[in-house]
């Protein structure tokens, strides 16, 4: 695995009526990936995207770019086909929202993609720790998920410390998904973290290339 943090906009603080523009700014702008939520208005009370938000955006990046779908959601499994057919390469789903991690997480990768297990803020790390020598990916939430533009939680990074010391890093992918600004990044780095989503940070300013890196040295 690159040693190099990554970093990956988010949707979630696009403007929904251009998506494909601010996409190819993403882009140019030096990101590695394109995280794209996917609520269902049950597991949060909110709706965004589906199926065909994924399709949208693989048709404008390139192949090597990570696809990167997050579902809030429950029941999971009824639609992961679907995203990957769409063009997923990685899709990471709630712990809180299942009771079958270990039969999703197989279907994922059977399906050749990479799998995820994402996990609240207030949820005992306790509860993802069996899954880690499984999956590709663990995303912590840095802010209880739902809405952007939220103030990170400092907590959550004994989640990223603890998972860490448990999975090297070139086992496990770490992001850590909310309230990601230069400061609250390099902190996650720091505990860890090798995956950086940010939304309003990103694609709110006027300089993304340069808050780019400053994301992604903090290391």
Not at 67 to 86: G, K, Q, T
Not at 131 to 146: A, F, K, R, T
């Amino acid at each position: 695995m690159n040693d190099q943090t990554k970093v990956y906009p988010s949707l979630l603080a696009a403007d929904f009526g251009n998506i494909q523009k601010d996409v190819e700014r993403c882009l140019s702008s030096g990101a590695d990936g394109i995280h794209i939520d996917v609520m269902d208005g049950h597991f949060v009370k909110n709706l965004a995207f589906s199926q065909k938000t994924v399709a949208a955006v693989r048709k404008v990046v390139p192949q090597e770019c990570d696809v990167d779908v997050h579902l809030m959601m429950y029941n999971p499994f009824e639609y992961i086909e679907s995203f990957i057919e769409n063009g997923a390469k990685r899709i990471s789903f709630h712990i809180e929202a299942t009771e079958g991690a270990d039969e999703i997480i197989e279907y994922i990768k059977k399906s050749g993609c990479k799998a995820g297990i994402a996990i609240n803020p207030s949820t005992s790390v306790e509860l993802i720790l069996k899954y880690l020598d499984m999956v590709d990916s663990l995303l912590v939430m840095g802010v209880e998920p739902g809405h952007g533009s939220q103030q990170f939680i400092p907590d959550v990074l004994n989640t990223v410390k603890i998972a860490r010391a448990i999975a090297p890093r070139e086992k496990l992918a770490i992001q850590v998904d909310g309230g990601i600004d230069s400061k609250t990044g390099a902190e996650c780095v720091k505990c860890g973290a090798n995956i950086l989503v940010s939304g309003s940070y990103l694609l709110a300013g006027s300089a993304m290339p340069a808050s780019i890196q400053k994301l992604r040295n903090k290391q």
